[in-house]
């Protein structure tokens, strides 16, 4: 009976394809193997954010009048809202951490080299859509930190040379945070994102399959060892997602994630307040420019500074491969270096001061 | 040319609003010692900052850089003014409305009746020098702005102010007063929180009044106090002890229990125990007494009960449980608190008994979801404990798995050689 329902399945779908593609998959075996598992850590994570982000919207309620109580209701009422809440919290923060590992490791194994450009393009625009359902679901709970940060975000947004000012209203629906920036962060958060997501997570994969798994340029790809993709090392990823799954359950039980108190726009703003640790480091740096640098503006210049940066980086397979098209180990890995040292340093810091 | 034509036409407005002389200024600044001290201080004086100066009290020509013309009589001289004649100086201009409106609007006017009024102004038509004139509070040549912080009369230094006459014991001794006051004070409620910045407390002034002080008269005791404890004084009124502490009966209202000057923070050892101030009229063992001792008995139970739940819903707060529906209503068990304490001053256990049974109700029902948090913490640690257990199981058949099928070296492909 099986056997027929695979058949009458395979004739119409061509599952056997789709087999036959898996079963030629392999994975190169070398001392850096261990780094392809981030790029499988990162799906499941954001799976688990799929699926929680939808049981969460059961009982969510994007206004300024209910998004907080709902968000308490889940919280306190709902049969295990706590734990989804946690781990959604959770597993936003630790799928940025892990998509961040992922992007170095892609760096330091050079594996953005040709004909792996659009690979990392895409790679890198994922990150940034992440960094994006962070800033958008941080609003959400409409509590009083969350409120002022994302003041504090979009007003960072708004100092962005030309196009800051339209930037922060469109983000905000208006002059200020408000209701129509909550309305706009919750559609951004579960309808833009992810679908734009999906695309790209589609279209990234797919691209991995297509030019295979990189091996870093220091060891010969042909004298390489190859494990099958299925069952070897995809029974491993499942031992490190399961792995992953025990961490973020632990989290949320002994670590539930706060809810702090309702957002009151007439109150003042908290002291100290600072975004979300992803966005520690641009924070902490944008203060420590002085408010006018010769006849430019500290924070606009700050600004465009990051917007530099972040291009110069998306092009990273164009100025980190030499013109016959093998990576520029030392300088890639020097600026990869100098990347991570900054981002740790400054991190801490902006929490620190 | 434009710029010419324009000097000219603008010069004689910018003669005349240059500032009038003053040579008494210029003159006493000059000198030395006592008379040029005066000049000194009248900078910060809020006269000067008006547009008055010397002359304005002292009478005299203060364009006249001829001694013997500036302070003539012919001009209005007066010289230093005798200190009873200090009050109708200052009311001179303080006194009419349609001066003082052009400076300050709201400004009262009456203060010089009202000190005719004072014991001060009393005394002082009765020819006691002794007492305080305007410049005794006030100060002088440096006066300034009631709002001004450094203002002698400003809420904070106030009761300072009134104590380097009142807390002089020498300067007192003529009135047979005590001299205690500021002492007591100093150590109340309300200086404390005047202290702290809260200006809102009382001071000297809050219940003797300023310009007009006197002492509260025994029978308007609580109706001072009431203008603060608006609530705690209705209910006083219509208390069994009004009559009975009342001035007629030779009582002195709210101070039976709570003092004047030295007013303390009010606790239930008030109530019941050895420093009980019920004590002073219910023997122990009376009714009275034991009606004292029974509030003291549900105030401490309510609080006690609050602290207890505020404790164990903190406890679960910090495990990362969310409680604060719970605490929110620890604070509306506190509200019941306060409307306990407050009806205490109807001195009828059974006003005093409904806020008490509301509050303890809260303190059950917040102690209660605590406890409940608490539980749910322990049932998540052992829910993950599970969890974690079937997963490591999990993980251990994945690896054995992964094991048998590489054992002999199946799922690798060698390097082509």
Redesign the interface.
Known sequence: MAGKTIQWLDDRLGLSTIREVAGHKTVPVHSATRWYYFGGITLFLFGVQVVTGILLMFYYRPTVAEGFDSVRFIMTRVEFGWLIRSIHSWSANLLIFVAFVHMFSVVFTHAYRPPREITWATGIILLGLMLGFGFSGYLLPWNQISYFATKVGTDVAGSAPVVGAAIARILRGGEDVGAATLTRFFALHVIVLPLTTAALVGAHILLVQKNGMSTPPWIAASGVRQMKFFPNFFLREAMVWYGALAVLGALAAIFPWELGVKADPFASAPKGIRPEWYFLAQFFTLKLIPSHVWIFEGELLGIAGFGALAASWALLPVWGVNRAGEARQRLVTGAGIFLVAYLAVFTVLGYVK | MRLAAAVILLAPAMLFSQPAKDTCVECHTAMDGVIQKPALLIKNDVHTANGLSCADCHGGDRTSGDPTVAMSKAKGFIGKPKRTAIPQLCANCHSKPDFMRHFKPQQRVDQFELYKTSIHGQRLASGDENVAVCIDCHSVHDIRAVKDPLAPVYPSRLPDTCGRCHADSNRMAKYGIPTNQLDQYHSSVHWAALKKGDLSAPNCASCHGNHGAKPPEVASVAAVCGNCHVLFAQLYAKSVHQPIFSGASGGGGCIVCHSNHGIQQPSTAMLAGPKSVCSGCHEPGTPGANTAAQMAQWIDGLGDALRHSEAVLGEADKA???V??GQARVEDGRENLVKARLAMHSFEPEEMHKPIEAGMAIAKETLLAGQAALREKNV??V??AI??FF??I??FA??L??RR??ANGS??????K
């Open positions: 990362g449980m969310e604060s529906e998540r640690r829910g993950l969890s974690v997963i490591a999990t993980i994945i690896w798995v992964i099928l590489e799922g690798y492909l060698e390097p082509s």
